[in-house]
């Protein structure tokens, strides 16, 4: 069984940084995508970061692009989402998620992922 838990919200103040991690165990994750989406209050989940296992191609949502950097380290089975120049909008609980033979084209689509930890929260201050 596949388990995946965040750490490393908190508050911060707008143009700060924070790294939140996820911790993936329960399988080998060869061929798998590790994803970062958030959802803010009264707001849908949306995608914000994906990282292949396998050759480390990444994805970004546009509004996030140039701030956050998605990264993997495989030999603590751990994905970190990078979060610098921070504004309120990016007030929201940060979900990891995982799937396997996920296509470069689909890496963004919140239904391609079937595993998910219970999300850890980031609050940016004005």
């Known amino acids: 069984q596949v388990s995946l838990v965040e750490s490393g919200g908190g508050l911060v103040q707008t143009g700060g940084s924070l790294r939140i991690s996820c911790a993936a165990s329960?399988?080998?994750?060869?061929?798998?995508?590790l994803g970062w989406f958030r959802q803010a209050p009264g707001k849908d989940r949306e995608f914000t970061a994906a990282?292949?296992?396998?050759?480390?191609?990444?994805s970004y949502a546009n509004s996030v692009k140039g701030r956050f950097t998605i990264s993997l380290d495989k030999a603590k089975n751990t994905v970190y989402l990078q979060m610098s120049s921070l504004i309120p909008e990016d007030t929201a609980v940060y979900y990891c998620?995982?799937?396997?033979?996920?296509?470069?084209?689909?890496?963004?689509?919140?239904?391609?992922?079937?595993?998910w930890g219970q999300g850890t929260q980031v609050t940016v201050s004005s």
């Open positions: 998620a995982t799937w396997y033979g996920i296509t470069l084209s689909s890496m963004h689509s919140i239904s391609q992922y079937d595993y």
């Open positions: 990282i292949r296992w396998n050759g480390g191609s990444t």
């Open positions: 329960g399988r080998t994750f060869g061929g798998y995508t």
